[in-house]
């Protein structure tokens, strides 16, 4: 499959006709669409026969759930959807676990989001499932997935976890798939000895929960900025998102962080505030906003 990928890759450089290029295309895009079928049934009969392993490695979580979010950005942002996380306080830097494997858990998850949505949002958040002691070397954490989109009926729930199963037959049609992917996250999730489970109203999203008891990795991490910071602490901040999940995230991470945020969805508002005397050391304003986008807001700030 590789090579099959990286020819017609190779092939896309070289000077085509447009007929060419069209069949080309094809090929490129059916090897992949190949490679991620022939990865998740090996992922799968691997699991099924006992053989998966699982790495026990110390775990940067922000850096885990921040790589799937890049790998999922540009698939976001062609639909114009907004994505984001949230982590409780709290929340131990780095952990024990299969990063690889949890990622995978999270890029499932959040690409059926991202699939199964039209417009709004796809958020992971992490919580503590019961309040950690500092001293604990272990903590029990609930990842959670939440989409703006279709959701799913009651009476299909039950079988999404199901291997090749999907929520509905015409799904394969419409949006391609092979219904293996929620299978094997749940297996993983269960092979880490946590549980997962989905909640969904139809029209208006489904949420994908797991939980994973996890142990800390007792090595500091100083990649993240945690509790109050000198160098930022007092600065007036102007957060402008039309998106009120990303305006809240903002506002709370940087106010832990000693800031002193205000955030609006309206980049107007943002004008009038500034019109009417109020200062702000630094912005941050989001890129796509219905009226005036970030670029325009800036401009006239
Ligand atoms: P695939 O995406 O390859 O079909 P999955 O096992 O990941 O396989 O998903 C199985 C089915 O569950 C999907 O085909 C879809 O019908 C349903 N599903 C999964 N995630 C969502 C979601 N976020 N919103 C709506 N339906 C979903």
Excluded at 117 to 122: A, L
Aim: aromatic fraction near 6%.
């Amino acid at each position: 499959m590789n090579g099959v990928i990286a020819m017609s890759g190779l092939l896309l450089e070289t000077p085509l006709t447009p007929e060419q290029r069209g069949y080309v295309e094809t090929i490129y895009s059916s090897s992949e669409a190949l490679l991620t079928i022939t990865k998740d049934i090996l992922d799968f009969s691997k699991i099924e026969s006992g053989k998966m392993e699982l790495e026990q490695e110390p775990v940067d979580l922000r850096v885990c759930i921040e790589d799937a979010l890049d790998i999922l950005a540009p698939k976001a942002a062609e639909k114009k959807l907004d994505i984001a996380y949230q982590m409780d306080d709290g929340i131990p830097a780095r952990v024990v676990g299969d990063v690889t494997r949890l990622r995978q858990i999270l890029v499932n998850l959040l690409s059926n989001g991202i699939k199964f949505t039209e417009t709004g949002e796809v958020v992971v958040q992490v919580k503590l499932l019961a309040a950690h002691k500092p001293k604990d070397d272990e903590c029990h954490l609930h990842f959670s997935v939440c989409d703006t989109g279709i959701g799913i009926p009651v009476d299909r729930l039950g079988r999404l976890f199901k291997p090749f199963t999907q929520a509905d037959v015409s799904t394969t049609r419409y949006y391609g798939g092979t219904g293996l992917g929620l299978a094997i996250s749940r297996r993983l999730v269960e092979l880490m000895h946590g549980k997962m489970w989905v909640e969904s109203v139809p029209q208006k999203g489904s949420t994908f929960h797991f939980t994973l008891p996890m142990r800390v990795a007792r090595e500091v991490s100083i990649q993240h900025l945690q509790g109050r910071q000198p160098q930022l602490a007092d600065l007036r901040l102007l957060v402008v998102d039309d998106n009120s999940t990303n305006c809240r995230i903002l506002t709370l991470q940087t106010s832990k962080w000693g800031m002193l945020p205000r955030s609006t969805q309206s980049a107007a508002q943002a004008l009038e505030w500034i019109k009417s005397g109020e200062a702000f050391d630094l912005a941050i304003l989001d890129m796509q906003m219905p009226g005036m986008d970030g670029l325009m807001l800036a401009g006239e700030i």
